[in-house]
């Protein structure tokens, strides 16, 4: 999809949620041919002409400025992560139409020795991906804790792929709708940011062919940050897992996020983590990773 369609169906689908009640807007009854906002609403919302916005809704994003799209961002409700998506869309459109496209510079593939030091003294699960979801490094505990996911992986190791393609998945995952919503938001945030990566094109498109229910939630445009929250892991050797983890750029090699993932101290999940600690560190090679 170009980036023009992405702005054409990303703001399609942010005025469809929205109804007039929930804009501030009277509702005269009667039969509403669009779901949500008309455009027309849209623009009064946003401070501009019906015109401009039918403009930049068909994905022509020429000359639109940040006061513009902050009006628009009010006008839809949009949040955080959603209007830096719309910022992003927009920049991209605006410097393809500008340059020719180029092959973006390769992402970091690798991490420097210092941070895998640091990275092996935590003593909690970490690990570092990029925004394509792909493992760049994991320590002891963090590669045991996702062991199914090394069962005969493609690489590079993938938490998407993982998730939509391997059955496992199920399985690990005991809150598998929530990780699916949020992988693919912040697949589609990335994609925003990073129109014309290769590898992240070509994973998208894998992911699509390969699973229905990736690509509805693709078609779906939301995106959403990666910052903090919880997951819930079922591991074969210990059982269930209540963790919670903290999400945060590495700004010493840009793209790559560092990701921690706790127990709350005295509980059970707390105890299973220092028992999965224990069997990684006496064989973390019979961890699982033969099943």
Do not use: C
Request: avoid cysteine; aromatic fraction near 6%.
């Amino acid at each position: 999809m170009t980036t023009a369609a992405n702005i054409r169906e990303f703001l399609i689908t942010r005025r469809s949620r929205l109804s007039p009640a929930d804009a501030g807007l009277p509702d005269f009854g009667g039969r509403r041919r669009v779901p949500g906002l008309r455009r027309e609403e849209v623009a009064l919302l946003a401070g501009m002409s019906v015109e401009y916005y039918v403009r930049l809704e068909r994905g022509n994003a020429s000359g639109i400025s940040d006061a513009i799209l902050d009006g628009i961002s009010r006008a839809l409700k949009l949040n955080d992560a959603e209007h830096a998506h719309l910022y992003d869309l927009v920049r991209a459109a605006n410097q393809g139409a500008r340059t020719p496209r180029r092959k973006p510079a390769s992402r970091t593939q690798q991490i420097r020795p210092g941070t895998q030091r640091l990275l092996d003294a935590m003593t909690f699960p970490a690990l570092i991906q990029n925004g394509r979801m792909d493992v760049i490094a994991t320590n002891t505990l963090g590669r045991a804790l996702f062991s199914e996911m090394y069962v005969h992986p493609q690489e590079p190791v993938n938490f998407a792929r993982f998730l939509f393609l391997d059955p496992r998945a199920r399985a690990t995952y005991r809150d598998w709708n929530d990780s699916a919503e949020q992988i693919v938001a912040l697949l589609r945030a990335e994609s925003g940011r990073l129109p014309s990566d290769h590898a992240l094109r070509s994973l998208i498109s894998e992911l699509s062919n390969g699973s229905s229910e990736f690509a509805a939630l693709w078609e779906a445009h939301d995106v959403r940050i990666h910052l903090a929250g919880s997951k819930l892991i079922h591991h074969p050797d210990v059982g269930d897992l209540d963790l919670s983890y903290e999400a945060m750029q590495l700004t010493t090699d840009p793209g790559l996020q560092f990701i921690g993932f706790t127990a709350e101290p005295g509980s059970a999940s707390d105890h299973a983590l220092r028992l999965l600690g224990s069997l990684a560190a006496r064989a973390p090679e019979e961890i699982r990773l033969e099943r």
